[in-house]
Each structure stands twice: as C-alpha cells, then as structure tokens.
C-alpha cells in the first residue's frame, strides 16, 4: 500500500488514516457549505433545469448533499405529472468487486452522482430536495424582493424557483416544504405599522395602520353621494310673463238711444268688475341639470408589474 504523505511526511497508510482523510474530507466540506447556507443542500455549479414543450432537461454541473459534493448529471426526459428530486445514484467502478480471503466477493467501490429525476413510488432509493444555489445564498430566509425575467425557466409549474432563481419561490400562496408564502398576486405592498418601534417617531397620523398580512383595498371604486363634498346648486332663472284681461264691461239695459253713466232711473247701466277673467298660465322656465353614470373609477397609480418572491 502506498504511504500517506500529508504536508509535513507521513506514513504506510493504514485503515485509521484512511478513516482520517475521510473525516476530514466530510468536515471540511460541511464547514464550507455552512458559510452559504444552514442546510448544507447547495448547488455549486451547472445543474441548470428547464421544463419546455414537454421535455425537462439537467445540465452537468455540482451539487452539496449535507456537505458531500457531489457531480450532477446531464439528463433528459419526458416532462409529467409528479415533482422533481435530484436522486443518488450509486456506480459501481473498478476495483470492485473485491475478493476477500474467505473468498468472498463485494462491492465496495462506487461513483456517487446526482441525477434528476421524478419520485417512483415503490423505489427505495435515496430522492434529496430543498437545494439552494449558491448564488442566492446569503439572503434571510422570509426576505420578499422584486423580481424580473423569464418565469417559465427560473421556476417549475408550482412556482418553486429552478436554476438561477433556486432557494427562492413566487408568492402565490403556495406551501414549499414548511414555508408558506403570502399571495402578492395583482396586490401593492404597504409596510405594516405593528412593528417593533421603540425609539422611532411617532406613527404620522395621517397614514393608515396595518397588521402583517393585513388585506385589502380595491382596483376600482364606485362613488356614492355619501362620498361627495356638500355643495350647492346654481339655478339661473331668465325670467317670465303672466298675460292678464282685467278691465271694465260696459252695457246697458234698455233700448234707448245711447248708453248713461247714471245709475238711477229705468236707464242705469251696469258696471262689471272683471277681475283675472282671462288669466292664463306660464312656464318659468327654471331647471337645474342632473348627470352621472355610475360608474366605477381607476384607482390605482401608475405601476409597472414586477415578480414578488420569498427567500425559503
């Protein structure tokens, strides 16, 4: 057996030293993924996935399982109805298998690799999830950005993201593994108001106060008279006429010649009073307009339409 020669000398290898570089090999690995990411599932490199007219398709690249890297396989297949798992596969190379003095023959040399693939019922093998890319790491898991690019090849059919968006999920309300995201679809964000706050200016009276995860609000609105400022009218009259016939009839009551203002005698002549006799009706001409149609208005900003995703 060759020796094992570390920096500084070394010895005949034995089955401890062999032990030892296994050890450290694990150790050295896991203290490097824990500096992105608690998990220690992290994709390195590569291992790009698309899903598109119904073929998935993994490019080569490497993975971290719980601090072990391992090569991920290229690979493709046809797309179908289930969820994605990157499942270990064990090789075996040469020298195995190996034979021992009792005669007995194992396997004992593997080359382990990452392939993706959908889960089989029934398989025992070993199906690994919940990797985040390195770069993404970094970011609080909970923390929700803006995003913008293609949805349709950073994140599969459920809005977990893939491939440069991997660690990260649309906010559709969807459950990915044990975090639940918020539904932000078509909806502005306002930064809740029962936040800690020891020490920081008094609330402005005059914006409103949220909750976390408070909703509402509309996109449009129907104005009801309750709605409007008191005004007054203006009413513009042009003015009018009454035509009246009020005057004197003058007869008399003989057949005499003529007619006498006197009063006595058999030829007296009456006076009648004619009082609104012929007084007729008229228009003012006064109206006051009404208009409206009931109708709802815009009542957003401007806005241009980003992507909201949570860090899981």
Not at 10 to 38: C, E, I, T, V
Request: net charge negative; hydrophobic share 35%.
């Amino acid at each position: 057996m060759k020796s094992f020669e570390p920096k500084f000398g070394g010895h005949p290898a034995r089955l401890d030293d062999l032990r030892l570089m296994q050890s450290a090999y694990f150790y050295g690995f896991k203290a490097f993924a824990s500096l992105f990411d608690a998990s220690l599932n992290i994709i390195l490199s590569g291992a790009n996935i698309t899903i598109g007219s119904g073929t998935v398709t993994c490019t080569a690249g490497y993975a971290c399982w719980q601090g072990e890297v391992f090569e991920v396989e290229a690979t493709s297949f046809a797309e179908v109805s289930g969820n994605l798992y990157f499942k270990l596969i064990k090789t075996v190379v040469s020298p195995s298998p190996v034979q021992y003095k009792n005669l007995a023959s194992e396997n004992v040399h593997y080359e382990k690799t990452l392939r993706l693939v959908y889960f089989s019922s029934g398989d025992e093998g070993e199906y690994l999830n919940n990797f985040t890319r390195v770069n993404s790491l970094g970011v609080p898991a909970g923390v929700i950005s803006d995003w913008f690019g293609n949805v349709n090849t950073e994140f599969d059919s459920t809005g977990l993201g893939i491939n440069s968006m991997a660690g990260w999920a649309v906010c559709n309300g969807n459950t990915y593994g044990s975090v639940t995201s918020p539904d932000l679809r078509g909806i502005f964000v306002v930064m809740a108001t029962n936040v800690p706050n020891s020490g920081a200016p008094v609330l402005n009276p005059a914006v409103g106060t949220y909750n976390v995860a408070d909703t509402g609000g509309s996109k449009e609105v129907t104005l009801l008279k309750t709605n409007l400022p008191n005004y007054n009218l203006t009413v513009i009259d042009p003015g009018h006429k009454h035509l009246t016939t009020t005057g004197w009839s003058i007869h008399s009551t003989n057949d005499g010649a003529g007619s006498s203002l006197s009063n006595s005698g058999s030829d007296a002549v009456d006076f009648d009073t004619k009082t609104n006799d012929g007084l007729q009706t008229s228009q003012t001409g006064i109206s006051v307009n009404s208009d409206g149609g009931d109708e709802a208005h815009e009542n957003r900003p401007p806005y241009f339409a980003l992507v909201k995703v949570i860090k899981l």
